[in-house]
């Protein structure tokens, strides 16, 4: 669950931003990003503190230890500037991250519609490194019209203001999930 015996996270409904969408996506109700997560999943843990994750499971990031109490740095070594050995390095990881199932995340497979209302879930294990393939997909794809036709004038993930943090979240999550794969704590993206 989310925690909630050992005090690091509750169990709460999800609320929706009631905030427009803006202009540049005319439509609504038709996307299930529009009011993400709520087509898929109702309920999310708050975490309490320092933790994070989907179960509070986690430290925030920049932080460490038991209690997630202690303050961790990382140093990102500009990509010209690693050695041949922390190439490799970071090639074999991803190439880990290729072959490896995540344990904790799936994807989905279909629509919201296509799920019947969520009476027909579909949804897919995916290995670590395709789950950020299809994270990035997902928020930037085109937007799928009742009618069935496609409108392609939309980019959630790169002509909206969420586009710095977005990618932010997108690359720490990134980077910790091939810390998990790899048991080293001490990896970053160049």
Known sequence: SCGEVSGRGVCQDVVPSNSPVGAQFPFSGIDDRENWP???YNRTCQCQGNFMGYNCGECRFGYTGPNCTVRRNM????IFRM?????DKLIAYLNLAKRTISPD????TGTYEQMNNGSNPMFADINVYDLFVWLHYYA?????LEDGSVWANIDFAHEAPGFLPW????LLLWEREIQKVT???NFTIP
């Not at 140093?75 to 500009?78: A, F, G, N, P, T």
């Not at 050695?83 to 190439?87: G, H, I, L, V």
């Not at 990618?167 to 997108?170: G, L």
Request: charged letters at 35%.
């Open 183 to 185: 048991g080293d704590d």
């Open 167 to 170: 990618h932010r979240f997108f």
């Open 83 to 87: 050695t041949m050995a922390e190439k």
């Open 140 to 144: 930037s794809r085109d937007a799928f």
């Open 75 to 78: 140093i990102r070594k500009e």
């Open 38 to 40: 709520i087509v898929f």
């Open 105 to 108: 995340y799936v994807i989905t």
